[in-house]
């Protein structure tokens, strides 16, 4: 199991970039695969980006492509999202996510057995 915590949310302009942090606590935070996923209100909870547990593959869901960035530093045991050009529609509360399997990444909620409290992100039109 690994404690998750989010921080770097906030109110941004349209255009704007927000890089929001994920710090993990525990001695295998390189052993698992992250995600991030966001819930605007009234909507289900949905997948962001994820990263293998090495860094090295990255995967992205389409509305946020080209846009944001997943890394992450194992040596800090911190997952990062860089979100870039951020649009009214990216509004939501943003969590972070840890997952046990890497190969293939996953975008399913249901594959993540641990979570952060979330941090919220709201683009302003």
């Known amino acids: 199991q690994v404690q998750l915590v989010e921080s770097g949310g906030g109110l941004v302009q349209a255009g704007g970039s927000l890089r929001l942090s994920c710090a993990a606590s525990?001695?295998?935070?390189?052993?698992?695969?992250m995600g991030w996923f966001r819930q605007a209100p009234g909507k289900e909870r949905e997948f962001v980006a994820a990263i293998h547990r090495s860094g090295l593959s990255t995967y992205y869901a389409d509305s946020v492509k080209g846009r944001f960035t997943i890394s992450r530093d194992n040596a800090k045991n911190t997952v990062y999202l860089q979100m870039n050009s951020l649009k009214p529609e990216d509004t939501a509360v943003y969590y972070c996510a840890a997952s046990q399997i890497s190969v293939p990444l996953q975008r399913g909620r249901n594959s993540y057995n641990d979570w952060g409290q979330g941090t919220q992100v709201t683009v302003s039109s």
């Open positions: 525990g001695r295998t935070f390189s052993s698992y695969a």
